[in-house]
Nanobody, 119 residues
Framework: QVQLVESGGDLVEFGGSLRLSCVAS??????LGWFRQAPGKDREGLAC????????YYADSVKGRFTISRDNAKNTVYLQMNNLKSEDTAIYYC??????????????WGQGTQVRVSS
């Protein structure tokens, strides 16, 4: 059974940076990624990474600002977020990714971590 535990969410100033972490257990050969959901908005896929070879994919909305990385020894995935904007305010979830790109699909996700960006 897959378990994903996120951490690192916080209140940060506009233009600031934050790093989210996700410790994963119980998964096999999945890609891990992040999505977010803001109040009243649909779930938005952000980035994913292959735990096998480290190849990554980013949604256009975060490309150039967010970086996903992994530490296989720690079964941990990170999301480095720079130049944060008010519209980045959301709950961020770590997830196992089935499909990414124009349409994202996730098999399992954690409890989420709240990110708030003050304007």
């Amino acid at each position: 059974q897959v378990q994903l535990v996120e951490s690192g969410g916080d209140l940060v100033e506009f233009g600031g940076s934050l790093r989210l972490s996700c410790v994963a257990s119980g998964f096999a050969d999945y890609a891990l990624g992040w999505f977010r959901q803001a109040p009243g908005k649909d779930r938005e896929g952000l980035a994913c990474i292959s735990m096998r070879d480290g190849s990554a994919y980013y949604a256009d909305s975060v490309k150039g600002r967010f970086t996903i990385s992994r530490d296989n020894a720690k079964n941990t995935v990170y999301l480095q977020m720079n130049n944060l904007k008010s519209e980045d305010t959301a709950i961020y979830y770590c997830a196992t990714v089935i499909k990414y790109g124009s349409k994202w699909d996730f098999a399992a996700w954690g409890q989420g971590t709240q990110v708030r960006v003050s304007s």
